[in-house]
T-cell receptor
Framework: DTEVTQTPKHLVMGMTNKKSLKCEQHMGHRAMYWYKQKAKKPPELMFVYSYEKLSINESVPSRFSPECPNSSLLNLHLHALQPEDSALYLC??????????????FGPGTRLTVT | QKEVEQDPGPLSVPEGAIVSLNCTYSNSAFQYFMWYRQYSRKGPELLMYTYSSGNKEDGRFTAQVDKSSKYISLFIRDSQPSDSATYLCAMSLLTGNQFYFGTGTSLTVIP
């Protein structure tokens, strides 16, 4: 099973709302990622968790708050977003860097629209 | 200079053609090389993965890595309309948890 699941598929939120995106994988991967992707652009890295600890934060605004409750689950909490934050939010996972088979698997994404 | 360069296309070919997609990179320390296919409004799907140099074949797809030239390729044989998508290359170092993406090449296979 090489599946990464994400919920919800679509989300529309106002600028004053608080919402969360959820990502799950059951491949035993120990690294999990959040990316933001705008139309016709490659995925842009936001956060990396390695062994449930935040290891990379690519200078993302504090209105995005990641959380890794356990090795299979990754959340992205959203608060006071701006319309320019509308994008496809992708979750991915990979085996830890010390393993061969280091390829990264993506979920289907959450399409977020901020009104 | 970007870490990974990829011609964005668009590339349009007739059904049955052989397609060649390429990426160049600047960091000779890259060791892992991946190709993803992304349909419109969907997440990227891993197609091929190669560690270090060499070729890898999977059905109609062949991935090649030439580390001396810092050049990777994906070949699609007998292309089908269902291959119409954006193809992204990605690569990473031996250490660290960061992947570097090309900008993607948009491919259309015309029936």
């Amino acid at each position: 099973d090489t599946e990464v699941t994400q919920t919800p598929k679509h989300l529309v939120m106002g600028m004053t709302n608080k919402k969360s995106l959820k990502c799950e994988q059951h491949m035993g991967h120990r690294a999990m990622y959040w990316y933001k992707q705008k139309a016709k652009k490659p995925p842009e890295l936001m956060f990396v968790y390695s062994y449930e600890k935040l290891s990379i934060n690519e200078s993302v605004p504090s209105r995005f708050s990641p959380e890794c409750p356990n090795s299979s689950l990754l959340n992205l909490h959203l608060h006071a977003l701006q319309p320019e934050d509308s994008a496809l939010y992708l979750c991915a996972s990979s085996q830890d860097r010390w393993y061969r088979g280091y390829e990264q698997y993506f979920g289907p994404g959450t399409r977020l629209t901020v009104t | 200079q970007k870490e990974v360069e990829q011609d964005p296309g668009p590339l349009s070919v007739p059904e049955g053609a052989i397609v060649s997609l390429n990426c160049t990179y600047s960091n000779s320390a890259f060791q892992y090389f991946m190709w993803y296919r992304q349909y419109s409004r969907k997440g990227p799907e891993l197609l091929m993965y190669t560690y270090s140099s060499g070729n890898k074949e999977d059905g109609r797809f062949t991935a090649q890595v030439d580390k001396s030239s810092k050049y990777i390729s994906l070949f699609i044989r007998d292309s089908q309309p269902s291959d119409s998508a954006t193809y992204l290359c990605a690569m990473s170092l031996l250490t660290g948890n960061q992947f570097y993406f090309g900008t993607g090449t948009s491919l259309t296979v015309i029936p």
